[in-house]
């Protein structure tokens, strides 16, 4: 087996590669687009392209393909060969900077949200330089962005990529603030990834999970996740071998898998890089994914990464690890002397007013019809959004709101009114599980999105919120004089913490206590997409955006309307197969035992006329019962469908789907199940999840 350094970033051009291979004074060009954002010349581009076709044709490429993000939230792809047919039969292999810089895809096919019509199908890809070329399957993969002919982003890259300008910009002008230099601000993301592994040939048993990701029946398994002997336990070894080829995989594609353990509920699993760039740490994880479905199945195996797959156990959500850095320095690090303290105070103060001024929009970029199922149960946080700052920072923000001492966790305590902070134990806390976002350590831990999520979304309106916050901060200080930086920071750090204290919480998030509390507090909780999604389209957010660059109100409204579509159309694939799961599959099966055990009384009796069948009879009419009781959810859920196709309006059908169909989907379901456990074995028509879930 080959040394982990030795194919480590073996299929990816990165800066290695690059400086092995390109000229030194293109070389230093490319770096300069890379670190700096200066333009790329074509002639430039043109020795660039060569070499990365050279390199790519080496690994064994044949194709190339501008390997983008479109607002389906997952990525794309159009394969173009290397060859060029000569005038004597043969073929050379050639690629241009023209074609490495920009591509041409059909544009029409993929969802818009009305920015673009289908006759209007030209589409442009533009490569995103910052984020590795690699090789996949003989094709070399170029990161690309997406948009539309007259320049609307069609993509889920660029706004982030916009977002990440936005945040950079201001953070400057507050390190500027700070005496501190021109170092490249970027903000940083670990992406913990959550998934289930189960049998093939269960999966292929299962309609319900083939066409919508998740079982939409299934009574909980005899034995579930409360003997807590899963999580951290020994990996079973088709799931190890299983592992360790996505691990080789991935770290030949650059991709740093660095922690793999099984997770709380059976058959799930995790996977956790270590910290990248946000723009290349989410291609990698969207590429993590695709490798995780793909090799899956060398193994017998189906990778499943929707948020709630099963119910009564966790589901799996995708852990956004979020921070800001300046060259090497970690700006949510409270660092070793005061003045760092103070900038950190800074920045802390910046993400505290930046989640509690945009919580709905933080809130919406993790709604989707599957976290619906997630949030709120099984470990996952709440739809109410909160910070959770741990014993001592939160004495820390305690101690600056009520403008009196702070005494750290090894008691030192010093007068806040103008002096900085002190050093303190950035770990000196627990962890939260119930809070959605959490600070831990050195970096805030967004636990919202689910495990099918893209984080382009949630991660752009976490960088243009905190655009928003640190512009105030400059603003505001930039015409203070020098020596009176440290007290009028440090009176605007109260002052903001005062105004947003109503997002820190430390508690509970699970307990009947907190909803109403929060809703003392005045914060936001839309359980459902349908209510979560219309803040995206609020004066309010549409200002932010266009404040910053990050998006035009058109692309605003796209992206409204197509997350709406999206969620109705889910809705639409689960309530049709539920439907029909019910009339094949689960009426037939309960009327056929019931026949049954029909026939068995009117044997017995004919023998044994005395006999007493009373737990026979019993059953009978449970079986009875249940099947009508099925069949009447059926009809209920049939004429609810019926209607809301009918409904034009995608957020009034949205919110028929939400509030009205899904209670009685959760009916009909409840209904099948108490069917599952008294139909015999045989007579069941899919694997249930005391199999699925406990393969060998």
Same mark, same amino acid.
């Given at each position: ?510 307990? *009947?206590?907190? @909803?109403? /509390? =929060?809703?003392? %507090?005045? #914060? ?8 979560? $999604? ?77 006999? *007493?069948?009373? @737990?026979? /009879? =019993?059953?009978? %009419?449970? #079986? ?8 009447? $959810? ?63």
């Amino acid at each position: 087996m080959a040394r982990v350094s030795d194919i480590y970033g073996s299929m990816v051009f990165n800066e290695h590669t690059m400086q092995e291979r390109l000229p030194k004074a293109t070389y230093k060009q490319l770096m300069r687009t890379i670190k700096d954002g200066t333009p790329l010349d074509i002639d430039v581009a043109n020795v660039v392209a060569h070499a990365m076709k050279e390199w790519a044709i080496e690994k064994g490429a044949t194709h190339y393909t501008h390997w983008f993000q479109p607002l389906t939230g997952i990525t794309s792809e159009k394969h173009d060969s290397f060859i060029d047919p000569t005038d004597d039969g043969r073929a050379i292999m050639t690629f241009s900077g023209k074609e490495l810089i920009q591509g041409e895809p059909d544009a029409s096919s993929f969802p818009s949200g009305g920015l673009r019509a289908t006759f209007e199908a030209r589409g442009y890809t533009a490569w995103d330089p910052t984020s590795y070329a690699f090789i996949k399957d003989e094709v070399l993969c170029i990161p690309t962005a997406f948009c539309s002919y007259t320049g609307e982003a069609l993509d889920k890259k660029t706004p982030l990529l916009r977002s990440m300008r936005a945040i950079e910009n201001q953070a400057h002008r507050v390190l500027e603030l700070f005496g501190e230099g021109a170092d490249r601000v970027v903000t940083t993301l670990g992406a913990e990834q959550e998934y289930f592994l189960i049998s093939e040939k269960d999966y292929e048993k299962r309609l319900d999970l083939m066409l919508t990701g998740r079982t939409l029946f299934g009574y909980p398994p005899c034995k579930g996740q409360e003997l807590e002997e899963h999580y951290f336990g020994a990996i079973r070894p088709t799931v190890n071998n299983f592992m360790k080829e996505l691990d080789d995989e991935l770290w030949k594609l650059g991709v740093s898998a660095k922690t793999k353990h099984n997770e709380v509920a059976p058959a799930q699993h995790e996977l956790a890089p270590i910290f990248a760039e946000s723009n290349r740490a989410i291609d990698e994880n969207l590429l993590t994914m695709e490798e995780m479905r793909l090799l899956a199945s060398h193994y017998g195996l189906v990778c499943l990464q929707h948020e709630k797959p099963f119910e009564s156990i966790n589901g799996s959500g995708k852990h956004n690890n979020w921070s800001i850095a300046a060259g090497k320095k970690n700006l949510l690090d409270p660092g070793e002397n005061p003045m760092e303290n103070l900038r950190f105070l800074v920045f802390l103060t910046g993400v505290i007013q930046a989640v509690d001024e945009y919580q709905e929009l933080l809130r919406m970029s993790a709604a989707s019809a599957g976290n619906d199922h997630r949030l709120g149960a099984n470990e996952a946080p709440p739809a109410i959004v909160s910070i959770f700052l741990g014993d001592e920072l939160g004495a820390v923000v305690d101690a600056l709101i009520g403008d009196h001492d702070y005494t750290s966790a090894d008691r030192v305590s010093m007068d806040l009114g103008v002096d900085v902070l002190p050093n303190f134990l950035k770990d000196n806390t627990d962890r939260n599980r119930t809070s959605p976002f959490a600070f831990t350590g050195n970096k805030f831990e967004f636990r919202m999105p689910g495990s099918a999520q893209n984080l382009s979304d949630c991660n752009m309106i976490l960088n243009t919120a905190m655009a928003k916050s640190l512009k105030e901060f400059a603003d505001a200080m930039e015409e203070v004089p020098a020596e009176q930086f440290e007290a009028a920071a440090i009176d605007y750090i109260k002052r903001t913490l005062t105004d947003h204290q109503r997002i820190i919480f430390n508690g509970d998030g699970y307990s *009947d206590e907190w @909803p109403l /509390e =929060a809703a003392r %507090r005045g #914060l936001a909780n839309n359980r459902t997409t349908a209510d979560a $999604l219309p803040c995206l389209v609020d004066p309010k957010s549409i200002a932010l955006f266009e404040e910053f660059g990050v998006l035009t109100e058109p692309e605003v409204r796209s992206r409204y309307e197509v997350k709406l579509e999206k969620y109705n159309k889910i809705m639409n694939i689960e309530i049709r197969t539920m439907k029909r799961l019910v009339r094949r599959d689960y009426l037939p099966a309960i009327n056929s035992y019931a026949a049954e055990v029909a026939r068995n009384i009117f044997q017995v009796r004919g023998v044994m006329a005395d006999a *007493d069948l009373s @737990p026979q /009879e =019993a059953r009978l %009419r449970q #079986l009875t019962d249940g099947a009508a009781r099925v069949n009447t $959810l059926l009809e209920k859920l049939h004429e609810l469908h019926y209607a809301s196709l009918e409904i034009a309006d995608q957020q009034e059908r949205a919110t028929m789907n939400a509030h009205q169909i899904i209670p009685v989907m959760d009916d009909l379901r409840e209904a099948v199940d108490a069917m599952e456990i008294i139909v015999a074995h045989e007579y069941w028509p899919v694997p249930t999840y005391n199999e699925i879930l406990f393969y060998a």
